[in-house]
């Protein structure tokens, strides 16, 4: 194995594994088992109140939007745990591909996203008995892959900011609300106001939530291509700026010696 | 008298110490805008917004849970953490009176929740604040920061064996929103739920706010929300008894 193969793949297992205290299931579980289940039947039966969409909708939307949950969060204490445990300079100053070193991180947290999308799609469905044809699974497959993508290329954005604030975690929480309002994953996007509906067709989720609406009404994957491709391309643009953004951060910080300040 | 000096001066302290939080007051005076905006898009897009008040005051108590189901539950590990945690068991006063106003103080930034929502419902919404009882609903704000601060308490002392309790607790905290009924009425959920939601200190508190402001049966929902402070706080205090003993015996207080 390549040493660039190799720091991408044992690397990016090793980081992920440290992610989660060594994979504590104590930590685990509740963060991206149990919160997720809850928030899709939190908005499920806020939305039975308000009258507005049926109980698929919030299942299929919430579902899709917990991806942006690891995809953010991971991606960001890629480089902030590294500061925390103090070792984002021994990082740093390896000779080690950077793009080896970020995308080995990335790959882990995909799968992660994927898995607790589907873990919230299956417990909401089940719980809220919302019927989806078995037909569509594939498709629906598909969608979330290419969905938790795009919300890790998201979360390359939020990397950076661990270089440069202490708190990067607020602007985490941020981007996940915005993602929460703006993509149609509650609210259908045509009852936001226009600026809002602009503002969205430039975000994650939104294209891969319609894709997913369609294909579980019945939809060919065929359909949706252009929806999925427009989700892909989305996640890496940001991933590809968020990368360029970190190496940039990274020369600056070394610049002025501010590599450890916190 | 003493006691309650501890108490005051716990709660000024640490009242300070999470105002100067940076996720403390990003987050937490964030996240029940971002709720409140949510449920008023909701509301109205579903043709319902006479509803608004209530996504308004539901999303502020959302946020008094979510500090203390946040910070609360992991108080004892952050002093474990901090290495002030034998020195706080060593002071010669009851360990309940040091840890119960740190969680009180954590929830009670849950007033820059209701601060947060109630202005920006105002201004971005238009949606006025009736006050059909003033005097109960000036009562409603102690009452439901103290008792959702005493659940936090409580809940701390059950996740007390848990090195990740915060996060257990963070885990709690769509499940009490839920419960609660504090964005939707609990009507909306299945009857077996009903018992769990009048558990719940969030469940008063939201009444005791609503009540309030609209008018209803305010003095019954204070009066629960004096019963549970009473009850959390009972159950704390012997699960502290309990664990401080546990910890003393087997020295392992410090062990993280």
């Known amino acids: ?262 | 008298m003493s006691s309650l000096r501890v108490l005051w001066a716990g709660w000024v302290t640490h009242f300070k110490i999470v105002s100067r939080s940076p996720f403390a007051i990003g987050v937490g005076a964030t996240w029940p805008i971002v709720n409140a905006t949510l449920a008023y898009f909701m509301y109205q897009a579903g043709g319902s917004p006479q509803t608004l008040l209530y996504a308004s005051l539901g999303s502020a108590v959302a946020g008094i849970w979510s500090m203390a189901a946040l910070d609360a539950s992991g108080a004892i590990q952050r002093q474990r953490f901090w290495g002030t945690l034998e020195l706080l068991v060593a002071a010669p006063v009851k360990f309940a009176l040091v840890l119960l106003p740190m969680t009180i103080a954590i929830a009670s930034v849950g007033i820059y929740c209701l601060a947060t929502t109630l202005v920006w419902g105002r201004l971005v919404y238009g949606i006025p604040l009736p006050l059909e009882h003033p005097l109960a609903f000036v009562l409603a704000v102690p009452a439901t920061l103290v008792s959702v601060g005493v659940l936090g308490f409580a809940l701390c002392m059950l996740l007390v064996r848990f090195r990740a309790a915060s996060h257990i607790g963070n885990s709690l905290e769509y499940p009490v929103w839920l419960a609660s009924g504090l964005l939707f009425p609990i009507a909306v959920l299945p009857a077996w739920t009903h018992p769990i939601s009048w558990s719940l200190a969030t469940t008063w508190g939201m009444r005791a706010l609503l009540h309030g402001s609209l008018g209803g049966p305010v003095w019954l929902d204070l009066g629960m929300c004096a019963l549970l402070t009473v009850v959390y706080g009972a159950i704390g205090v012997a699960i502290l008894d309990r664990f401080l003993d546990a910890a003393r015996r087997s020295a392992t207080l410090s062990l993280t």
């Open chain 1, 1 to 262: 194995m390549s040493n660039n193969a190799r720091i991408f793949f044992v690397g990016g297992v090793i980081a992920y594994r440290a992610l989660f205290n060594w994979l504590n299931p104590w930590i685990f579980v509740p963060t991206l088992v149990v919160a997720p289940i809850f928030q899709v039947l939190f908005f499920a039966f806020l939305g039975r109140s308000a009258g507005l969409e049926s109980d698929r909708f919030y299942v299929i939307g919430n579902a899709l939007q917990i991806a942006a949950l690891p995809g953010l969060f991971a991606m960001t204490f890629a480089i902030s745990g590294e500061r925390w445990s103090q070792t984002l300079s021994p990082l740093l100053a390896s000779p080690a591909n950077r793009a080896a070193v970020f995308l080995g991180r990335a790959l882990p947290v995909v799968a992660n996203a994927a898995f607790v999308c589907v873990v919230a799609f299956v417990a909401g469905a089940l719980i809220l008995r919302v019927h989806i044809a078995p037909g569509a699974i594939p498709a629906l497959a598909v969608v979330i892959a290419v969905t938790s993508i795009s919300c890790t290329g998201f979360g390359f954005i939020c990397g950076p900011l661990g270089l440069r604030w202490r708190d990067a975690i607020i602007a985490v929480n941020l981007l996940d609300a915005v993602l929460l309002i703006f993509c149609g994953v509650n609210i259908p996007i045509d009852s936001l106001p226009g600026w809002m509906q602009a503002v969205s067709e430039y975000l994650p989720v939104t294209h891969g939530l319609r894709a997913a609406r369609r294909v579980a009404d019945g939809a060919a994957l065929g359909d949706v291509s252009g929806l999925i491709l427009a989700e892909l391309a989305i996640g890496l643009t940001y991933a590809g700026v968020g990368f360029a953004w970190l190496r940039h951060l990274e020369l600056v910080a070394r610049r002025g010696a501010t590599l450890e300040n916190s």
